[in-house]
């Protein structure tokens, strides 16, 4: 299954960050790796696939995922070992395209969830207000963790909504949770390795998507 596309739009200079062509009730996430071939479109379909897991819903309630890579390879397929890897979780691996990592991909983003923490500085040092919605995937997936999602706006009230609140709940306790070591917050490239290290690396961020798609929805996966 494949997310429906809301529209690249443009944005319009409001502080809202609302696009001209983008629904204003849309939430963006946009993982972020090096070629976007490897660990970013395998995060992106296992993070599609989770949300119509727990939702059953083609539209996940106005969220949008996409990804893109710092050097992105323009139009080239995900490797093959990582559509394997997909298949091998039942994720939709079809109609995939790497796009170069773009000013208007960030500023559309309402959440940027990086491979690495040299990713992370990299989308913030372009701007557009990126730092408080910027994490690392597992620097998010720790601080989700410690959050209390009794606290969370309700399902009911949109998964948009609920998603922003999740976003402004992480970025307030980073500096108060420190990753144990430097590598911690690391999704290391499996670009030319074995299928098997691809198998680790899928399996490594499919557990740490787990918890996050669970704190958006309200949702556990299913046993």
Same mark, same amino acid.
């Given at each position: 299954?494949?997310?429906?596309?809301?529209?690249?739009?443009?944005?319009?200079?409001?502080?809202?960050?609302?696009?001209?062509?983008?629904?204003?009730?849309?939430?963006?996430?946009?993982?972020?790796?090096?070629?976007?071939?490897?660990?970013?479109?395998?995060?992106?379909?296992?993070?599609?696939?989770? !949300?119509?897991?727990?939702?059953?819903?083609?539209?996940?309630?106005?969220?949008?995922?996409?990804?893109?890579?710092?050097?992105?390879?323009?139009?080239?397929?995900?490797?093959?070992?990582?559509?394997?890897?997909?298949?091998?979780?039942?994720?939709?691996?079809?109609?995939?395209?790497?796009?170069?990592? !773009?000013?208007?991909?960030?500023?559309?983003?309402?959440?940027?969830?990086?491979?690495?923490?040299?990713h992370r500085q990299q989308v913030i040092s372009m701007g557009?207000?990126?730092?408080?919605?910027?994490?690392?995937?597992?620097?998010?997936?720790?601080?989700?963790?410690?959050?209390?999602?009794?606290? !969370?706006?309700?399902?009911?009230?949109?998964?948009?909504?609920?998603?922003?609140?999740?976003?402004?709940?992480?970025?307030?306790?980073?500096?108060?949770?420190?990753?144990?070591?430097?590598?911690?917050?690391?999704?290391?490239?499996?670009?030319?390795?074995?299928?098997?290290?691809?198998?680790?690396?899928?399996?490594?961020?499919?557990?740490?998507?787990?918890? $996050? $798609?669970?704190?958006?929805?309200?949702?556990?996966?299913?046993?």
């Amino acid at each position: 299954m494949t997310a429906p596309d809301a529209g690249r739009g443009i944005w319009d200079g409001e502080e809202t960050r609302t696009f001209t062509g983008l629904p204003h009730d849309s939430f963006r996430i946009l993982h972020v790796s090096t070629g976007n071939v490897c660990r970013s479109p395998i995060t992106e379909r296992l993070t599609r696939h989770a !949300l119509a897991d727990r939702l059953g819903d083609p539209l996940w309630g106005g969220v949008v995922v996409e990804s893109a890579g710092t050097w992105g390879h323009e139009g080239a397929p995900m490797e093959a070992n990582a559509e394997t890897v997909l298949a091998e979780f039942g994720a939709d691996a079809s109609g995939f395209m790497g796009r170069e990592l !773009l000013d208007e991909h960030v500023i559309m983003a309402d959440l940027v969830l990086t491979a690495t923490r040299d990713h992370r500085q990299q989308v913030i040092s372009m701007g557009h207000s990126a730092g408080l919605r910027t994490f690392t995937l597992k620097e998010f997936t720790r601080l989700v963790k410690a959050i209390d999602t009794a606290t !969370l706006p309700p399902l009911e009230e949109g998964l948009v909504i609920r998603a922003r609140a999740l976003v402004r709940a992480a970025a307030a306790l980073r500096g108060w949770l420190l990753a144990p070591t430097a590598e911690a917050d690391e999704v290391f490239d499996p670009y030319g390795a074995p299928l098997p290290f691809f198998r680790s690396i899928g399996d490594e961020i499919n557990e740490a998507l787990d918890p $996050v $798609v669970t704190a958006l929805t309200g949702v556990p996966a299913r046993a």
